[in-house]
C-alpha cells in the first residue's frame, strides 16, 4: 500500500540553525501539506502546496519558513533559523483530488528538537 | 472560522466494554470530517471519513461515526474494545478538497484488562 514517508524521524539541532525535512508524497497525490504538533498539543496547519505553488498558510508558516518541491517526488520543510519553540512533531501529508473528497493521508512525523 | 472540540482528553474504558468518543465542529457549510488515531510515536492513520450521504459511516477497525448536523457533532463509536485500540485520537474538519485539516485536541483512550 503506498504511504507518505518522511526524513529523519528525529532531527536535534541548535538554536539558530536551518534545518530542511524531507517527506516523500504518495506518487500521484497533488496536494502536499505540512502540519506540526507541539507536544501534548493538537495538530496545527502550517501550510498546504498546489501545482508548485502555496495554496494557504497559517499565522504560524512566517518568513523562517519555506517549503520546495524540488523534484517530483520529494516535498521539504526548511526552518531557517530555528527556535525553542519550533521543537514539535512534523507531519507531512498529501491528497489526490478523487470523486467523493479528498483524504489526508500522514507520514511517521520528524520529531525535531531544538536545543 | 472553522473549529473542533473534543470535550474530553481522557477516556478509560475495560477491554470488551464499548466506547464512544465526542467531536463537535464549527463550521458555516457541510463540512468534511474524519476520525484519526495516533499510537504513540507513529503518524496519524484515518479511521474513517465523511462528506455526504448517508450519516452513519463505517471505518477501519470496527469503529464507526455518526454525523448529526443539528448537533454539529461527528461521535466515533466501537461496540467492543481491544486493547491494541488504546491510542490518541483526532476528530478533524476541512472545508473541501485541497483544504486544511483543524483538528481538535484528542482524547487518549485507555484500555484496562
Known amino acids: 500500500e503506498p504511504e507518505v514517508t518522511q526524513t529523519p524521524s528525529h532531527q536535534v539541532t541548535q538554536m539558530g540553525q536551518e534545518v530542511i525535512l524531507r517527506c516523500v508524497p504518495i506518487?500521484?497525490?497533488?496536494?502536499f501539506y505540512w502540519y506540526r504538533q507541539i507536544l501534548g498539543q493538537k495538530v496545527e496547519f502550517l501550510v498546504s502546496f498546489y501545482n508548485n505553488e502555496i495554496s494557504e498558510k497559517s499565522e504560524i508558516f512566517d518568513d523562517q519558513f519555506s517549503v520546495e518541491r524540488p523534484d517530483g517526488s520529494n516535498f521539504t520543510l526548511k526552518i531557517r533559523s530555528t527556535k525553542l519553540e519550533d521543537s514539535a512533531m512534523y507531519f507531512c501529508a498529501s491528497s489526490s483530488r478523487l470523486a467523493g473528497g479528498d483524504e489526508q493521508f500522514f507520514g511517521p512525523g520528524t520529531r525535531l528538537t531544538v536545543l | 472560522a472553522q473549529s473542533v472540540t473534543q470535550p474530553d482528553i481522557h477516556i478509560t474504558v475495560s477491554e470488551g466494554a464499548s466506547l464512544e468518543l465526542r467531536c463537535n465542529y464549527s463550521?458555516?457549510?457541510?463540512?468534511?470530517l474524519f476520525w484519526y488515531v495516533q499510537s504513540p510515536g507513529q503518524g496519524l492513520q484515518l479511521l474513517l471519513k465523511y462528506f455526504s450521504g448517508d450519516t452513519l459511516v463505517q471505518g477501519i477497525k470496527g469503529f464507526e461515526a455518526e454525523f448529526k448536523r443539528s448537533q454539529s457533532s461527528f461521535n466515533l463509536r466501537k461496540p467492543s474494545v481491544h486493547w491494541s485500540d488504546a491510542a490518541e485520537y483526532f476528530c478533524a474538519v476541512g472545508k473541501a478538497a485541497g483544504n486544511k485539516l483543524t483538528f481538535g485536541g484528542g482524547t487518549r483512550v485507555l484500555v484496562k484488562p
Open positions: 506518487s500521484n497525490h497533488l496536494y
Open positions: 463550521y458555516g457549510a457541510t463540512p468534511y
